[in-house]
Structures are given as C-alpha cells and as structure tokens.
C-alpha cells in the first residue's frame, strides 16, 4: 500500500554516516566567491574581504578538528571515584573550589 512504501523508506541508505561527528570533512563546503554583485564593506578591497573570509573558514575548521579530535572521550566516572578514595581528612574545605574538578568553559 501507499503508507508502507512511504513508511518503510530509508532516506539515509546512500549517505548513513552523513550526520555523525566528523562528518562536514567528507562534505564539498566552501565560502562562497566573491563576484561583481557581491557585498565587500566599504573601505576594503574585494581581495581584502576575500582574505578576511577565508581566515575566518581557516580558524573555524581548525577548530572544528580540534573538537572532532576530542570527540568521544569521556571521564570513566567509576575510575574517578575509586581514584578519588575515601577523604578522612578535610583539606578540601580549604581549597577555593571546596574539593571539586573545576571544567574550563568555552568563554573563560
């Protein structure tokens, strides 16, 4: 019938791995170019514009790999509770973050 052929569709067969992590590498992306049309802010050369953008797609792929690279990496929380031990003393209390591992944020 006409549901199941429009239910039983796998719209992901030729591409499954299109969405994983990683995935904008194997994908044709690029700033597009700039031509006779196109907006350049005024006091800069169209080769000054075009170098501009093409710095900024440079440092956002780096850090995409950068985050790629990190991907997948975990804490294992049961190790870090067998490391940690049993505290019998209080040190901590003196500590300035009171005994906690403190995560660096993206905007520190």
């Known amino acids: 019938s006409f549901f199941e052929t ?5 719209l992901f067969k030729d591409k ?3 969405n994983d992590y990683g995935a904008r590498s194997k994908k044709n992306l690029s700033v597009g170019k700039i031509g006779s049309g196109s907006y350049v802010p005024s ?3 169209a080769d000054q514009y075009n170098k501009i953008r093409a710095d900024a797609a440079k440092k956002k ?3 995409y790999q950068k985050n ?3 991907a997948g990496k ?3 929380y049961t190790k870090f509770y067998t ?5 019998l003393k209080s040190d901590w209390k003196k500590s300035v973050t009171l005994g906690h591992n403190m995560a660096k944020t993206k905007y520190d």
Request: aromatic residues 8%.
């Open 74 to 76: 975990f804490l294992d």
């Open 43 to 45: 006091g800069l050369t």
């Open 83 to 87: 490391d940690r031990g049993t505290d």
């Open 61 to 63: 792929q780096e850090n």
């Open 6 to 10: 429009v239910f039983d569709m796998d």
């Open 16 to 18: 499954a791995d299109q």
């Open 68 to 70: 790629v690279a990190k």
